[in-house]
């Protein structure tokens, strides 16, 4: 079991950039296929981003990609989500979630169903 905490969530205006971030405790962090989500007020929580065990492989919902870029540093147990050109439809809680899966390091997953081990979140508030 891993314990994540996820930082950087901040208010900021339509146009910029925001980082988030998720440090990972626990065994073997290449063992976990990673992954951001988020939750809007009033609505489901939805896939944004995965990356794989070993980093190789991403996955991104259609909302963002070509403008958020997910990433880890196996070495240090952080997980990242670089957002550029932020919307004010962006604007929702963020979670970052494990799913683990010592046996599939090049492989993703979407599927919220899928991810074991969750972080509490962070906001992030877009103003237009």
């Known amino acids: 079991q891993v314990q994540l905490v996820e930082s950087g969530g901040d208010l900021v205006q339509a146009g910029e950039s925001l980082t988030l971030s998720c440090v990972v405790s626990?065994?073997?962090?290449?063992?976990?296929?990673m992954g951001w989500f988020r939750q809007a007020p009033g609505k489901e929580r939805k896939f944004v981003a995965s990356?794989?065990?070993?980093?190789?492989?991403?996955d991104y919902a259609d909302s963002v990609k070509g403008r958020f870029t997910i990433s880890r540093d196996n070495a240090a147990n952080v997980l990242y989500l670089q957002m550029a050109s932020l919307k004010p439809e962006d604007t929702a809680v963020y979670y970052c979630?494990?799913?683990?899966?010592?046996?599939?390091?090049?492989?993703?997953?979407?599927?919220?169903?899928?991810?074991?081990?969750w972080g509490q979140g962070t906001q992030v508030t877009v103003s237009s």
């Open positions: 979630a494990a799913d683990h899966k010592p046996f599939s390091r090049t492989f993703t997953t979407t599927r919220l169903d899928e991810y074991e081990s």
């Open positions: 626990g065994p073997t962090f290449s063992d976990y296929i």
């Open positions: 990356i794989s065990g070993i980093g190789g492989r991403t």
